[in-house]
């Protein structure tokens, strides 16, 4: 059974930094797309940014390029979101999750999720 752990959230104002992080366990993930997807109130789960097993690949939200990198240490089983430039807008609970594909970028194929951390920026 896998399971994720983020970590990283909290309150923060407009154009500040924040570093998620998402720690897997129960097993390796080296071969597997990892995501981050973001949930504001009111609104359906949205991804922000996917990378691939190897982290050659990556995807980003149109709302998120340029200012959100994800990367990943296979090693630690771990995998990251460093958000800057942050917004009101960004504002959501924001989950890792991981596919069994290789590199992956839809929602419905996501198998692994985690409990979430909340992201607050204020204006």
């Known amino acids: 059974q896998v399971q994720l752990v983020e970590s990283g959230g909290g309150l923060v104002q407009a154009g500040d930094s924040l570093r998620l992080s998402c720690i897997a366990s129960g097993r390796t993930l080296s071969s597997s797309s990892m995501g981050w997807f973001r949930q504001a109130p009111g609104k359906e789960r949205e991804i922000v940014a996917a990378i691939s097993g190897s982290g050659g690949t990556t995807h980003y939200a149109d709302s998120v390029k340029g200012r959100f990198t994800i990367s990943r240490d296979n090693a630690k089983n771990t995998v990251f979101l460093q958000m800057s430039s942050l917004k009101p807008e960004d504002t959501a609970v924001y989950y890792c999750?991981?596919?069994?594909?290789?590199?992956?970028?839809?929602?419905?194929?996501?198998?692994?999720w985690g409990q979430g951390t909340q992201v607050t920026v204020s204006s």
């Open positions: 999750a991981a596919a069994e594909l290789y590199f992956d970028t839809s929602r419905a194929n996501y198998r692994y």
